[in-house]
């Protein structure tokens, strides 16, 4: 009897391997071998059950949506072969809660994917981002920002009140900095809004405030939120936004 459970079990685990390879390829997404084996590793441990189509497709990340029992989870998987490998080593190489022993182009890969996984945890414990489940190489599953199944949309593409946005988005700023966090690539393609909230996301490039790149991408931050900000009408500058957010 457990023999049957076994085959339909894999019945079940083909079928969705096959649908989902039929979704990528309409969508003409190539993954290599070893990124799918992760992602039916994924399903096959139960950390997802299904899934169920592309999001975004970008030139070093694919995120997909996918589903976990009643609860819709973004995926985000990073190509190993188009990935700027030489830009993450040196993100990489200030961050001293990370150890990079071998360095081929997966190893690096693989530790940016980590660092964007721990900086999502503890983004995600101090303002509106989508919280981090999983992370398997070069494979993040988090928290779908969505209604009804219906990626929320980014700040660049909807209408809502400006003075309060910009509000919210300082005020998530200066929270990241009290916990030496720096978004790194803050804009308002990588703000999104799900029911008039904002919620920061693509946390990939961010650093702690002791990185030595840290200083200089939270200037560009500031510059490219409020340069957004100035086009709504709002009055602000980003040497004042620099200076409320570090105290300096
Ligand atoms: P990239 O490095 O390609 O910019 P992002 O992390 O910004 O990767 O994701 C690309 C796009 O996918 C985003 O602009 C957003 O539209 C969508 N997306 C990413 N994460 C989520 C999420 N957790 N929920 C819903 N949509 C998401
Ligand atoms: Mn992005």
């Known amino acids: 009897e457990e023999f049957e459970l076994d085959k339909e079990y894999q019945k079940e685990i083909l079928e969705r391997e096959r649908k989902f390879l039929e979704e990528l390829k309409t969508a003409n997404e190539v993954f290599d071998k070893r990124t799918l084996m992760i992602l039916f590793s ?12 592309v999001i975004n497709s970008g030139k070093e990340a694919v995120v997909l949506k996918a589903r976990k029992g009643h609860l819709y989870r973004a995926v985000k998987i990073y190509r190993v072969a188009t990935c700027d490998f030489k830009t993450m ?7 001293p809660r990370l150890h990079i022993k071998r360095s081929s182009r997966r190893a690096i890969v693989n530790a940016w994917v980590e660092k964007e996984f721990r900086n999502l945890k503890r983004a995600s414990s101090i303002i509106n981002a989508p919280k981090a489940r999983l992370r398997r190489e070069n494979v993040l599953v988090m928290d779908f920002i969505g209604v009804r199944g219906d990626p929320a949309p ?7 009140d400006w003075e309060n946005a910009f509000k919210t988005v300082k005020d998530f700023m200066i929270k990241l900095y009290e916990e030496e966090l720096v978004h790194g690539d803050l804009s308002e393609y990588n703000i999104l809004v799900k029911e008039d909230e904002i919620y920061f996301i693509d946390f990939s490039q961010s650093v702690i405030t002791q990185h030595p790149l840290a200083n200089a ?12 900000f100035k086009k709504k009408g709002i009055n602000c500058n980003y040497k004042d936004l620099y200076k409320e957010i570090t105290g300096k």
């Open 42 to 53: 994924i399903l096959a441990g139960k950390h997802l059950s299904e899934y169920i189509g």
């Open 89 to 95: 080593l040196k993100y990489l190489q200030g961050d």
């Open 154 to 160: 980014k700040l660049k593409e909807v209408e809502i």
């Open 217 to 228: 991408l939270l200037i560009r931050d500031c510059i490219n939120i409020c340069n957004f």
